[in-house]
């Protein structure tokens, strides 16, 4: 379950050339937006994952930023294979859409990673400090030459929230560029179509991606993730699924709280509130 907690959401494909896309009039969130959701494999409770952007807006290099937080967590019995407690972070430019700062702390069992990217978006390179795993105490740091308006694994998921999918074909190839472990990677999802997804929200209108993926240790089938995001201003995650080697995993939307704009939900279940 180590890779599955953040990877399921951040992944990368290689050797594609990154676009610009029309975006949105209107930013998907807000400061105070919290998106929760549950994993599970098979039956099993698996992991907990928390989208929150905080309710302060912070300056990073003399920038306005919303400060942007997932964290993941292993919950029952996958806590006694390999307890996960990670969290990643960005401070996302609220006027440029770039990240400023990007951040990870990593807790996977007895592997630790803590790193910090420091970005300067007007000389197009970004600094990256690795930090002691205990002390945090600063360890090593390098520069990278990086390309214009380069986001990072957070800060990009929250830029395809932005997006305007109006002005995407079906089939059409997303691809954003992203500085990820030391090196450009782009990130490129397929907008597969529009459907009416069935969540314990009710019927909601969804948008369909197929990020490009390797098979590889996790995932046993080429391009096998399949995620759903509400077809409406939020794009927030309403489902994620995945053939793995040890079954099928399924994410799915808990809780929100503070959505910027409506949901689009056709069919209400009145069991389920949505703050």
Same mark, same amino acid.
Not at 56 to 75: G, H, L, S
Not at 163 to 185: A, H, P, R, S
């Given at each position: ?8 959401? %951040? %992944?990368?494909? &290689?050797?594609?050339?990154?676009? @610009? ?7 998907? &969130? ?12 098979? &039956? ?8 929150? #952007?905080?309710?302060? *807006? ?19 019995? &996958?806590? +006694? ?37 420091? $970005? ?44 305007? +999918?109006?002005?995407? @074909?079906?089939?059409? %190839? ?5 500085? $990820? ?16 997804? @069935?969540? @314990?929200?009710? =019927? ?5 991606? #197929? ?15 399949? *995620?759903?995001?509400?077809? =409406?201003?939020?794009? *927030? ?8 080697? #040890? ?20 069919? #209400? ?7």
């Amino acid at each position: 379950m180590k890779k599955t907690l953040l990877a399921i959401f %951040l %992944l990368t494909a &290689f050797g594609l050339k990154a676009q @610009k896309y029309e975006l949105s009039k209107e930013i998907p &969130f807000q400061p105070g937006e919290k998106i929760e959701l549950k994993a599970t494999v098979g &039956f099993i409770r698996a992991a907990e994952a928390t989208f929150s #952007v905080s309710d302060v *807006i912070y300056t990073i290099n003399n920038k306005p930023t919303w400060k942007i937080d997932i964290n993941a967590k292993t919950v029952g019995v &996958f806590e +006694f294979f390999s307890s996960v407690r990670d969290n990643w972070g960005t401070y996302y430019d609220t006027t440029s859409l770039v990240p400023q700062q990007f951040y990870r702390y990593i807790k996977e069992g007895r592997f630790r990673k803590n790193e910090i990217l420091y $970005f300067d978006h007007d000389k197009d390179s970004v600094t990256v400090a690795k930090l002691h795993k205990e002390t945090m105490k600063l360890e090593s740091q390098k520069d990278h030459a990086i390309p214009e308006n380069v986001q990072d694994m957070v800060s990009g998921y929250y830029y395809l929230r932005s997006i305007d +999918f109006d002005k995407i @074909k079906e089939g059409e %190839l997303i691809v954003i560029n992203t500085f $990820f472990d030391d090196k450009q990677k782009p990130f490129a999802v397929k907008f597969m179509g529009r459907e009416v997804l @069935k969540t @314990k929200l009710g =019927d909601v209108n969804a948008l369909v991606l #197929v990020p490009m993926m390797k098979k590889d240790s996790l995932f046993e089938e080429d391009n096998t993730l399949k *995620i759903w995001l509400s077809d =409406d201003l939020n794009k *927030i995650p309403l489902k994620v699924q995945a053939k793995i080697y #040890v079954g099928y995993l399924n994410v799915e939307l808990k809780n929100v709280e503070n959505l910027r704009h409506p949901l689009s939900i056709i069919r #209400v279940n009145y069991q389920i509130h949505v703050a």
